[in-house]
Structures are given as C-alpha cells and as structure tokens.
C-alpha cells in the first residue's frame, strides 16, 4: 500500500439541505468512488457542475465545503485512513501533506497580506523550514513558475498582479511545503485563452519537476488531457468512466464520455452581412474624465446584419463588454455615434426612447444576479411585457407561457423562483426576458461563459433557432472561440480597445493571421494529448523564424 | 506613504474641518432661537427696561447676529471660549478640568472596552451559533437593553454597598494619583462599557462572518491552520473598517452622552457642567460645550475614516 499514495474507497459523501420553508434533509452527493493514485501521478477528474468533482477533490483534504460531509468509505492518504484522525493531526495533514489551489487564486489570495507572507504561511505553520529557508524556496518556485522578476514578485501584494501571476503564484503556495499531493481545482478555468496555456504549461512543468502527485479537477476536457496521465469522468456523484488519458479521449466507451468529447458539434452556415441594422461608427470611450489615460475603446467601428450574429472576440480588458455598455446607453462615448434600424441613437440611456430601449435588449453572463430572486419567472418574464406592450392579468400569462415554450421549458415554471432553476434554465429565462420585449437586436454577454459545455450548447442552438424564427440580431460578446465558430456570421477580433480583425465569419478564421488572432487561436485547447507541447514548440519555431 | 492617501486625508481633513464650521453655525443658531432672555433671567423680574438694556450693552446683546458670531469665532480660534453669563468666570479655565475628567474616563472605559469587545467578537465568531456564542450575545444584550442607571445602581449597591469594593460616588481631585483615580472611576467605567460592549463586539463578530465567507478563508483552512489564527490573522484585518466606525460612534459616546452615569456616580464631567448651565440659560456655555462634543465627534470619525483608508491595501499600495 505504501506505493499507493492516495487510495479512496468506497466513498459516500452528503449534505443536508435546508431549503427555506421546508424540513432539512440529507442529500448524497458522492457515492461509489474508488480510486488510488501512485506517487508522481496526475488523475484529471471531470465532470460538469453538480458532478461532484471538486468534493471528491477535496476530501483527501478531509474538507467539505458547506455542509458537506463525508458519512462513508476510507482515504488513505499515505497508509493511514485520515477519516480516523482528529482535528489536530487533520490540520497537521492540510497544508503539509496535502495542498490546495483554488479555482480563482485572485479571491484565494487574502488582501491584506503580501503575496510572499502568504506563500511560505504554511510551511512555516508547520514548523517545516525557516523563514529564510521557506523565502528562498519560494523565490526559486517563483522563477520555475516563469513569474516576473521573482526575487521581488512576493512584496507585492495580491491586487497588485495580473490573475494568471497569481494562479501561478498559488501554484507556488501549494508546491512550498513540498507536498505528497496537490489539488488542483479548476487553476485555469478564470484565466484568458492565451493566459491559460502559459500557466498549464507552468502547473505540467512543476510537477513533473517536483515528482508531486496530482488530482487535477476541471470541467475542459480538453485542458485536463494536457496534464493527466488518467482519467475519471464523473457525473450525478458517481463515477462514468476511469482509464487512462489516451483512451478516454480517443476512445471513450460510455455514451456520456463520448458526448463530451464531441461537445460543439452545431453546425451553422455563416451568412452574407446585408443591410445593417446596427452601425458602430468610430466609437471612442473611456471610464473617467475625457482625455485622460488611454481609452477603453479606441475608434470602434462594426455593423450588424438584421437576422444574424456578431461575435465580438477578446481577453478581458479588451473593451468588448464597454462596447455593449456604449450600445446601450449605459457609457456615452467620447466620439463615434450608433445608428439602429435608419436613426441616430443618443448618446445617453436616459435620452432615449421607449421604443430604443424595448429594440435593444440585453442578456448578461450571470443568470442568477441577472433576475430578482424574490419574483417569479411569470413576474420576471412578464415585467417587460407590461412595461412596453402593457399586457396585464390573463394575456400576460397567456404570453409568458408561449414565450416560456419558446425557450423549451413548460408552464409551470410560471411560478417558480429563481433559486429553485439550474444555470442552464436560468439563462433560458434571461433569454425569454429579452425576447418579451420583441427586440431587433440582442446583446448577448458572455451568455455561455459559466454554463457547462452540454448545457452551453443547449443554450447555443436555442438562440439560433430563435434567430430563424425572429430574425433577431444578436451581439455576441465571448472570450471562447469555440462559440464563436459555431454561431457567428460575422467576427469582430479586439484586443486593447481596438478591433485588429473583422469580417465574415469564414474571411477571418481563414489564414493568413495578424499575430494576434493567431496567437488568439493557437491558445485554444484541443482535445488530443500532446496538444500544449507541439504548441509550444510550434511557437518556439515560429519565433526562431522571424 | 503615497500620493492618493496623502490626498484622500486632506480631504477628509478639509471635510472635517468645514464641517466644524458648519456645526458652529448652527449651534449658535440653535442658541438664537432658545426661548428665553440671558439678561432677563441674570436680573430677575423685577428689572427695570433700563437696566436690561444696559446689560444687553454690557454683553454684546444689541449686535446683530452675525457680528456676535464671528466675534465668538474669533475668540474660539484663538483658544477664547468666552466668559460664563452666571458667575462671570472664563469658560476655558472651569472647562478645562471637567474636559480632562471626562476624557480621563473615557479613555480607561475604551481601554477595557474596545479590546475586550473585539476579543468577545472573535471568539463568538470561531464559535459560531455555540454555546461561548450564545452566551456571549446572550449577555451582551442583556447589557445593552438595560437602563445605564438601573445598571449603575445595580453595581453600586453589589461592589460598593455590599461587598464595599469600590466608592460609590466617583470623586476624583488633583491630589489623587494615578491609582486611586483609577479605583474610583472603576464603577462608572464599567457601567459605560457594560452599555458599549454589545454594539462594538456584535459588530465584529458581523464584519468578520462576512469576511468568512471568502475564499482565502478556505484557502487558509485548507494550510492547516487554527481556527483562531485564521480569524485572527486572515479575517480581522478584511474587516476593519467597519468594526473601526462603530468603535469611534462608541468612543464619541462616551465624551458626549455619559450625562446620566456621571449624575450617578456624581462624577466631576462635562455632562453635568452642561446640564447645570443649561438649565442656568447661561448660552455661552452652553455654546462651548456643544462645539467640543461636536468637535469629538467629528473628530473621532475623521479617525475612523482614516483608519478605514490606511487599512485598504489597495489604497496603501496602488498598483
């Protein structure tokens, strides 16, 4: 057993629901997980939301996150069930045997300290170095990690750093006290395109460097086949399939598998731009006093085509959501004006009209701050009804309720919260909301963003139905170029306020490529092994040339 | 130290300072409209128009407003807080030792209080919904919903009548030392932080809960560390600021609404000085009183300002 690192069995793990008004009941999250890990190894467990990943991920932790408890099973983590150990040898196994890195280091990381204080905080804790040991170790973890300036990058302190320095600089956290096996949950889920490949090449390189075992929890398959050398595809707490990388994404047995290594799989012909409905023309904008500092937007010019879709392409702070705020209204710009359907639009939202504002509607990334949890979806839904259209009483239900079978969903979630919805309806009630109004042109944010790939997809083809039978615009705003190829008819890349590229959607995935746009789509994982390492060097090659 | 803090604490200097001036205004505004007529009620009822018209000369009276307002300004600046109407003496001087009683209690009742506030805090919080957690919310309550002088009275007749640990009434002179003025103030001392307790410690223990939700907080958990240590050293400093504004509101009490514990306990404090002049209609007094509550109160919560922007690390360390 000593060759075994880590060796869970059987494990069952529940949490008691408190619903409000309801009697508190418990619920099984997680049952039947069996699996062991040989020192040096890295298993990618994956799954969607509610699989159950990340509290199998953190039970080796013996941690459960709100609630959560494990009722069943063994983990042994170096020989010893730790399920038997009390709360002082619990505490002596976090942070010294077993280390975490968090999905966004940049809310893991504690303001209030520097980035170094927080670093070596449990090896000291642990009595396992000295301070100036525990420093110099951090200093060489920093400069393995690849971060700048690494004698001086741990005086600094969180805000101070991009998020993907501080991903990395968790990573360094958790590798400090050289431990038997790190958690890795989601590291680069929040990170840009072109950031996240760095820091996956950075998390594969140290550990194979330091010889650590791994669990490596994501829902990208296409990540975790990067890193992994197996796999354990999971679902409803329970475990699909478990096999090596290689097999898993070349030869998937279960039908679950296989659709998510199929995910993406719409296929829509790009149409021709006519006539546009909606012309951005030379829009600058900036947040704060006019004329000071470099603009958010700098001379922003695009059009929409009736009945089609522009996808605006870009990392964060490439200006892309100040766009959609400039379009609505919410940011008057400096420069630039926007027409819509044959009329100038004013500047300001307070300016316009009913009517501008009932044609231009938007749908936002976080469904769940996007609704009032105390209404109801009839409320919800129907409010925009009300307010443009006046339909009240019967009518207005009788509309929420087509409009509800639109989205796929039936009538009775007419009275249901949004609490009691899953991400996936969520969205479709934003989708609903915006469509009430009856809009010529929807801004979609990020729609997709923080919705799992099957479910993302659901939400995809809805709206291209949609689009068929309303001849709706859409502005589709994303960081994710799978999306992007898979509903757009026209593309518009930025990067730093500018648009670097912009066409039909065919003219600007097609070769050649401005460097950005070719750095752009380099970065996007694929579901192959080997993937991260022929990119690399494929770039090495790339810059040698020139 | 770093241009935008040194710029945020001059505006909150400038603020505070402009706002004094305002609050002068009005209390002496306040002051004008008083029912009432000083050189009427020096000279009783039976004076006759004359004699009232020449103390009114005599005091200023017959200027307009606004003159007597920048005269009284005027002096204020230059540390002249203006003669009492009733006995004639300087202000400044009679104020002077009933400020310094009154800071004297206030400062050894924010010594218990504060630290023994946010300590219950921390400790009700790592034992959240516990027993310790209960208790300690239990009492503090308790403490708070009771009368100050039904608390007072409570302690009086315990440690001074039947155990005869302490004075009852709370006299300090300048012959005292350090030592005996502190046992005779321990009464009201801890009748005040009795009253104050409840709102500073349920106020950490609220500010920290809210910090406890985040994520370095599982990120600390999760490297082994104590609860304590976590509370102490990952979520303290996070929630500060607001902790910092109901501990100054407290200590502002303290200065400016202990008129009913010093009445108990007959200490020598600024309350009852005001109390008895305005009930004397002597307005100057009143007047000068009132500028240095407001003065203590503005001032505390410049402090509190101050300490909310010091403890923002994005604020102390720009990018």
């Not at chain 1, 990340?54 to 730790?82: C, F, K, M, W």
């Not at chain 1, 669990?215 to 990540?223: G, N």
């Not at chain 1, 443009?388 to 207005?396: A, E, I, S």
């Not at chain 2, 490297?223 to 902790?243: E, Q, T, Y």
Request: aromatic share 6%.
């Amino acid at each position: 057993m000593a060759d075994q690192l880590l060796d869970i069995r059987n494990l069952k793990i529940e949490a008691t629901l408190r619903p409000p008004g309801e009697k508190p009941h418990d619920v099984t999250i997680v049952e039947d997980i069996n699996l062991s890990l040989p020192r040096g190894r890295v298993l990618g467990l994956i799954g969607e939301s509610g699989a159950g990943k990340s509290t199998i991920g953190l039970s080796p932790a013996g941690y459960g996150r709100g609630g959560v408890r494990i009722t069943g099973g063994e983990i042994n983590v170096n020989g010893r069930n730790i399920l038997e150990l009390g709360a002082s040898s619990m505490r002596a196994l976090r942070g010294k045997e077993v280390c975490y890195v968090a999905q966004s280091a940049a809310a893991a990381f504690n303001p209030a300290h520097r980035i170094m204080d927080q670093v070596i905080e449990a090896t000291l804790w642990h009595g396992l170095a000295s301070r100036k040991q525990a420093e110099k170790r951090a200093v060489e973890l920093f400069r393995k990690l690849g971060l700048p300036d690494p004698e001086h990058f741990g005086e600094r302190y969180p805000h101070q750093v991009s998020g993907g320095q501080l991903q990395r600089a968790m990573t360094a956290m958790a590798l400090c006290s050289e431990p038997d096996l790190i958690i890795f949950d989601e590291p680069t889920t929040a990170l840009d395109v072109t950031t996240q490949m760095d820091v996956l090449a950075a998390i594969k390189e140290a550990i194979r460097d330091t010889g650590v075992s791994a669990l490596y929890i994501t829902h990208d398959l296409a990540v975790v086949a990067q890193v992994a050398d197996e796999i354990m595809v999971l679902r409803h707490g329970k475990m699909v399939e478990h096999g090596e990388t290689r097999q898993i994404i070349e030869n998937p047995q279960q039908e679950y598998t296989q659709r998510l290594v199929s995910v993406r799989s719409i296929d829509h012909t790009a149409k021709s731009p006519g006539e546009p409905i909606l012309t951005v023309n030379g829009i600058t904008a900036r947040y704060g006093k006019a004329g000071i500092g470099k603009p958010v937007l700098d001379d922003v010019s695009v059009a929409i085509t009736p009945g089609q879709t522009l996808a605006v392409v870009g990392e964060s702070g490439s200006g892309k959501s100040t766009l959609a705020r400039v379009i609505t209204g919410l940011l008057p710009p400096e420069k630039g004006n926007i027409q819509f359907d044959g009329r100038t639009l004013k500047a300001a939202l307070k300016q316009r009209k009913k009517e501008d504002l009932r044609q231009l509607q938007m749908i936002y990334q976080m469904a769940d701050v996007a609704m009032n949890p105390r209404h109801t979806v009839g409320t919800i839904i129907g409010r925009p009804l009300e307010f443009y259209f006046g339909l009240r009483g019967r009518k207005q239900r009788a509309r929420v309720i087509e409009l509800l079978e639109q989205i796929e969903l039936g009538p009775e979630f007419h009275e249901r919260y949004p609490a009691e919805l899953s991400g996936g309806q969520k969205q479709r009630i934003c989708i609903a909301r915006a469509l009430a109004a009856d809009p010529k042109l929807i801004i979609c944010d990020e729609v997709t963003s923080a919705l799992d790939p099957l479910v993302a997809d659901g939400i995809l083809k809805l709206l291209l139905r949609l689009q068929e039978e309303h001849r709706v615009a859409y502005l589709f705003i994303t960081h994710d170029l799978a999306t992007v190829k898979a509903i757009a008819d026209s593309i518009a890349v930025m990067y730093q306020g500018q648009v670097v590229r912009y066409g039909t959607r065919d003219e600007v995935l097609a070769p050649p490529f401005d460097d950005y746009t070719d750095l752009l789509l380099s970065s996007v994982p694929q579901m192959r092994v080997g993937w991260l390492e022929e990119a690399f060097s494929q770039r090495r090659m790339e810059a040698q040339g020139n | 130290m770093n241009s935008l803090i040194a710029r945020l604490i001059a505006q909150r200097l400038a603020l505070g300072i402009s706002l004094l001036f305002a609050v002068s205004m009005l209390i002496f505004a306040g002051t004008q409209i008083l029912p009432g007529d000083v050189a009427q009620s020096i000279l009783g009822q039976g004076a006759t128009p004359e004699a009232l018209a020449n103390i009114r000369r005599e005091l200023g009276l017959d200027q307009p407003a606004w003159q007597r307002y920048l005269s009284w300004l005027g002096g204020i600046l230059q540390g002249d807080l203006g003669t009492a109407l009733s006995n004639n003496r300087d202000i400044a001087e009679s104020l002077g030792r009933r400020v310094n009683n009154t800071l004297f209690l206030a400062f050894w009742t924010a010594v218990v209080a504060v630290p023994l506030a946010i300590l219950l805090g921390l400790v009700a919080v790592r034992y959240q919904n516990r027993w310790p957690d209960r208790l300690i919310s239990g009492s503090t309550l308790t403490a708070i919903s009771l009368p100050e002088f039904f608390i007072g009275y409570l302690l009086i007749y315990f440690f001074a009548v039947q155990l005869n640990w302490f004075p009852s009434v709370a006299s300090v002179h300048d012959r005292m030392n350090l030592g005996e003025r502190l046992h005779a103030i321990a009464l009201p001392a801890a009748t005040l932080t009795l009253v104050i307790l409840a709102h500073m410690m349920r106020m950490t223990r609220a500010a920290i809960l809210n910090v406890m939700q985040s994520a370095y907080i599982e990120t600390a958990e999760l490297k082994g560390l104590r609860s304590l240590l976590i509370i102490w050293r990952h979520a303290f400093p996070n929630a500060v600021s607001p902790v910092v504004n109901v501990v100054m509101i407290n200590l502002a009490f303290l200065v400016v609404g202990v008129v009913v514990v010093e009445v108990i306990f007959v200490y020598p404090g600024m309350g009852q000085y005001l109390i008895d002049h305005v009930s004397k209609r002597d307005i100057p007094v009143v007047q000068a009183v009132c500028l240095i509550f407001a003065a203590v109160y503005i001032g505390l919560n410049m402090i509190a300002d101050l300490v909310s922007i010091l403890s923002n690390p994005r604020l102390r360390h720009p990018k």
